[in-house]
């Protein structure tokens, strides 16, 4: 079992940047696919990025290649999601999961953080 926690969301100015962190409680990410998805009010959860547990394979979503990038930290046991010119249609509750499928859907993800708020203001 995998717990995680997010942390780094905030308000922002649009083109401004925020990185996002996601811990694992007491274990490494290696053996799970990681993403990161984000749910804007009223909108269904979007696929933003995944990465494989022990780092590589990396995807993006549409909206976000460019300008957000992913990495993990093992040692840390901590990953990353490093957003960039960022814009108002960004703003989401951003959730870091684990899984065992390589999947950009929600329901291939076990475990799931709380979120962070992530708000850019125009």
């Known amino acids: 079992q995998v717990q995680l926690v997010e942390s780094g969301g905030g308000l922002v100015q649009a083109g401004g940047s925020l990185r996002l962190s996601c811990a694992a409680s007491?274990?490494?990410?290696?053996?799970?696919?990681m993403g990161w998805f984000r749910q804007a009010p009223g909108k269904e959860r979007e696929f933003v990025s995944s990465?494989?547990?022990?780092?590589?394979?990396?995807r993006y979503g549409d909206s976000v290649k460019g300008r957000f990038t992913i990495s993990l930290d093992n040692a840390k046991s901590t990953m990353y999601l490093q957003m960039n010119s960022l814009q108002p249609e960004d703003t989401a509750l951003y959730y870091c999961?684990?899984?065992?499928?390589?999947?950009?859907?929600?329901?291939?993800?076990?475990?799931w953080g709380q979120g962070t708020q992530v708000t850019v203001s125009s």
């Open positions: 999961a684990a899984g065992r499928l390589i999947s950009n859907s929600p329901k291939s993800y076990n475990h």
């Open positions: 007491g274990r490494t990410f290696v053996g799970y696919y």
């Open positions: 990465i494989m547990g022990s780092g590589g394979f990396t």
